[in-house]
């Protein structure tokens, strides 16, 4: 292997990629990301609210009852952050919390038929254009996509997330 260039284990070949094919995928991702935050930012303008809220109602949606340590744990940010964040979706009618039935302490999380009605538009902007670009790339090229992703993943997020898949499955 030469200077600048990264040997990545697929399988039983080896693929070799320079720093600059390195630093376009980089490049990708941020501009990728940008266009896949751009519809639900959009949306959430209209509430006042930001990716916080949306990655909130995503995984209250995703299992409703969570609690709010389950959901700390989750979205990996401060308890100040996410009590912020819960407080207005509370106020403002999107989530409810209830008191844990095995736990009186704790906090479960359900999306009201309001917030259910703003994760669906957020979510159905992100679906389309997951969904278009799953057709565009084909079959091979999204399970690939899908196999890097988790790559990227630290050993415990990884864990994290194929548990919450198996759960939803």
């Known amino acids: 292997m030469t200077a600048g260039q990264t040997g990545i284990q697929g ?3 080896l693929l070799f990629l320079t720093d600059e094919q390195i630093r376009k995928g980089i490049e990708a991702m941020y501009f990728a990301y940008r266009a896949f935050t751009a519809d639900p930012d959009r949306i959430l303008e209209n ?3 930001g990716r916080a809220h949306h990655r909130a109602i995503h995984f209250i949606n995703r299992a409703p009852g969570l609690t709010v340590n389950a959901l700390l744990a989750t979205l990996g940010v401060t308890k100040q952050s996410l009590n912020r964040v819960l407080r207005t979706l509370i106020e403002d ?3 409810e919390a209830r008191v844990g039935r095995r736990d009186k ?3 479960n999380l359900y999306l009201t038929e309001k917030g259910k009605a703003l994760e669906r538009e957020l979510s ?3 679906r389309a254009r997951m969904r278009a ?3 565009a790339a084909g079959p091979v090229a999204v399970a690939g996509f899908r196999q890097v992703l988790e790559a990227m993943m630290d050993p415990e997020i990884r864990h994290q997330f194929l548990s919450m898949r198996e ?3």
Request: hydrophobic content about 35%; proline content about 0%; overall charge negative.
């Open 11 to 13: 399988g039983e070949n």
């Open 47 to 49: 509430y006042a609210y």
């Open 93 to 95: 009618g999107l989530v």
């Open 105 to 107: 302490r704790e906090r």
């Open 124 to 126: 159905d902007a992100q």
């Open 133 to 135: 670009a799953y057709r």
């Open 167 to 169: 759960a939803a499955e």
